[in-house]
């Protein structure tokens, strides 16, 4: 059974003075992204630390990370400037459930 934490995520760009550019840049590397190249003939996906600590983006700003990860989680952001909330800590899923989740949605991401 693993533990899990949903977390609400905000990077104030105006007060931090970033432009779009370098927030933009913090959301590649914080979720990841998807790559395409020769005129969209291949395409692959570029993790981000999210994938490291083995979280889902669940909802735009929303995540979900086991709890395990989240010392990890916080100094990254901490790092970044941004800011974060834990909506909730009371959550439990089967390991193999996680997985699952964690797996879905990389398949699809490599596709246009």
């Not at 995520?9 to 992204?33: C, E, H, I, Q, S």
């Not at 969209?40 to 700003?61: C, M, N, P, T």
């Not at 990254?76 to 989740?101: H, K, P, W």
Request: with cysteine; net charge positive; proline share 2%.
């Amino acid at each position: 059974m693993e533990r899990l934490l949903l977390v609400r995520v905000d990077l104030d760009r105006k007060k931090l003075g970033m432009t779009p550019g370098d927030a933009n840049k913090f959301f590649r590397r914080f979720y990841g992204y998807h790559s395409c190249s020769h005129y969209g003939q291949y395409h692959h996906w570029v993790d981000g630390f999210l994938d490291e600590i083995d979280g889902k983006r669940v909802a735009s700003g929303a995540i979900l990370i086991p709890k395990k990860n989240f010392i990890s989680l916080k100094k990254y952001l901490d790092e970044a400037g941004a800011t974060m909330d834990i909506v909730s800590d009371r959550l439990f899923m089967e390991n193999q459930d996680f997985d699952q989740l964690i797996s879905m949605g990389k398949k699809g991401k490599t596709k246009k």
